[in-house]
């Protein structure tokens, strides 16, 4: 897990609130993926990025959700408006190449609570 | 939905092999198998990845039916910091739309002195 770096790693919003929550790939990583945990409960992909660019959103809520990997600086997941269940464990993976076999590193992840 | 299916838990004693079984029987001809682990709640760790051959890292070796319908991951010594979920993921090779890595419910292997 070494170079994904995750922050915050711990945030506390309360309902309606916004939640920022920023993901800086490995050195030279130019892929991200963003993935949910909620308790108890397995990963669930949410949305693969480039830079600038989303490629595949197929696992994000339609709604409160955002995702975005700029040119320059990490990359935020937004949750607008937070409920309780949004409540999970969110984890940003990067990966370095656009062909072949790309494996995935992961960080360790941002713990969302939503009183 | 996950592509893979896998023991629920299995068991193992320190000092031991593991052998984590993985099916995988509508793998296409372009999918790899990869493994990935969880312990605890700390992010997902890569462990390995096979096309057709079988494969070996410092961690652990794949090893792959000729038929490519199933597989076994190897941990040739087991400690219990190997006390983890292991998932079993197919996937295609590029990084596109549609390739993400859709994780399962994995097994639970529990190393034990």
């Known amino acids: 897990n070494a170079g994904v770096m995750q922050n915050p790693r711990h945030l506390v919003r309360r309902r309606g609130q916004e939640a920022r929550l920023r993901c800086s790939p490995m050195?030279?990583?130019?892929?991200v993926y963003w993935y949910r945990q909620l308790p108890e409960e397995g990963l669930k992909f949410m949305v693969y990025?480039?830079?600038?660019?989303?490629?595949?959103e197929s696992g994000m809520p339609k709604e409160r959700f955002s995702a975005e990997f700029p040119k320059e600086g990490p990359s935020i997941l937004r949750i607008q408006q937070v409920v309780r269940g949004d409540s999970a464990a969110y984890f940003c993976?990067?990966?370095?190449?656009?062909?072949?076999?790309?494996?995935?590193?992961f960080g360790e992840g941002s713990r969302l609570t939503v009183l | 939905d996950a592509k893979t299916t896998q023991p629920t838990s299995m068991d193992c004693a320190e000092g031991r092999a593991a052998n984590l079984p993985c099916n995988h029987s509508?793998?296409?001809?372009?999918?790899?198998v990869y493994w990935y682990r969880q312990i605890h709640s700390q992010g997902p760790q890569y462990i390995i990845h096979g096309l057709k051959n079988n494969e070996t890292n410092e961690m652990a070796s794949l090893i792959i039916t000729e038929d490519r319908k199933s597989s076994t991951l190897i941990l040739p010594h087991a400690t219990l910091r190997d006390t983890a979920v292991y998932y079993c993921i197919v996937r295609g090779p590029f990084n596109q739309a549609g390739t993400a890595l859709i994780f399962g419910k994995g097994t639970t292997l529990s190393v034990s002195s």
């Open positions: 050195k030279g990583h130019s892929h």
């Open positions: 990025l480039q830079k600038e660019n989303i490629i595949d």
């Open positions: 993976a990067s990966s370095s190449q656009s062909r072949g076999t790309g494996e995935l590193f």
């Open positions: 509508t793998i296409s001809g372009n999918e790899y």
